[in-house]
């Protein structure tokens, strides 16, 4: 019998996005309140530190890890209480948790911003996907303490799948932020805005925040609008990422500008236009004579430009598996 998806072609974009591939297995609805101790008890069990907001590395020959064992993180000022358990992996437990910023640590470790990292494919993706978990986690226990319905304290739940209230019993799980992100296209240019905190030269896709009550499309057209001033048609996903920065996920898309003229909002941008596809190609291959530039192959905005620089005038697709 053929199957539903046989006559679709499909390709998983999101896996060439930072943070993606991540190989935990969280098992969020089998766990319960000593799956935490029982798991850290396991001789395999590896905790991801964080000293504030950025993960601790250390050197291992030439290359940078970031799993602890439970001895090396208490070594390195690891705070018992902040203790995630993130799931499993092949390779046993996996946790995450905080360390002490006035500790003396060995030589061999550092603490590098998490986005440096994405961008300078210093760590295997696996392990960085699990560093953004980590990171999301953290951030959420660390800023959900008191109940939303009756202020009261909230103490973790089922190793860090939750949060639960000692006064009214309310649980409280952790939440993600879904963005859209969208690059408009209009025949043979697209539309790339920049903001005023972006590298020198730096333009990107449109993104904002997706609110109650809308679809993706909804946002995507409403975000453009209010962003540019241009009118949405069709609007096309491509693929999503997680973006620990500090739990959202990005959801990327293409959208058909069906007017052109421009209106940005000077609170958003500082600028806003278009772009040929030729232009596009020199800037994802570091060419453009004004040295204009995209974001990083890391972030989802760069995939969304390459693909849509990856088609010729005509309408056909040339590969984009090898785009900058």
């Known amino acids: 019998m053929p199957s539903f998806f046989d006559d679709r072609p499909f390709r998983e974009a999101s896996h060439e996005n930072g943070f993606s591939g991540n190989r935990i297995e969280r098992w969020s609805e089998a766990r319960n309140e000593a799956s935490l101790a029982s798991a850290l008890a396991a001789k395999d069990a590896g905790i991801y530190v964080f000293v504030d907001e950025h993960p601790l590395l250390r050197a291992e020959g030439e290359r940078l890890r970031a799993v602890f064992t439970p001895a090396a993180a208490e070594l390195a000022g690891l705070e018992p209480e902040s203790l995630i358990l993130l799931g499993i992996t092949p390779e046993g437990p996996r946790f ?40 999301s986690y953290l951030f959420w226990h660390a800023t959900s303490r008191f109940c939303g319905r009756c202020g009261g304290t909230l103490k973790m739940l089922r190793g860090g799948v939750g949060r639960l209230c000692g006064s009214c019993g309310t649980e409280t799980f952790p939440r993600v932020d879904p963005v859209v992100i969208m690059l408009a296209v209009e025949g043979g240019r697209c539309l790339l805005g920049r903001q005023p905190r972006f590298a020198l030269g730096m333009y990107s896709a449109l993104a904002g ?32 990422q997680a973006w620990p920065f500090p739990s959202s996920l990005m959801i990327g898309c293409h959208a058909e500008a069906l007017s052109t003229d421009l209106t940005p909002d000077a609170a958003e941008l500082e600028d806003c236009r278009w772009f040929e596809r030729e232009e596009v190609r020199l800037m994802l291959e570091g060419r453009h004579p004004q040295q204009l530039i995209v974001p990083p192959r890391m972030a989802i905005a760069h995939r969304l430009i390459a693909t849509f620089a990856a088609w010729d005038d005509a309408g056909a697709e040339r590969s984009d598996r090898n785009a900058p």
Do not use: N
């Open 209 to 240: 925040f997706l609110e109650p009550g809308e679809t993706i499309e909804e946002a995507v057209r409403r975000e453009t609008k209010e962003e540019a001033g241009i009118r949405i048609g069709r609007v096309f996903y491509h693929s999503s």
């Open 96 to 135: 995450a948790g905080l360390a002490r910023a006035d500790v003396d640590r060995p030589e061999e470790t550092r603490t590098i911003d998490l986005r440096s990292l994405a961008v300078q494919s210093t760590l295997d993706g696996a392990e960085l996907a699990a560093l953004a978990q980590a990171r």
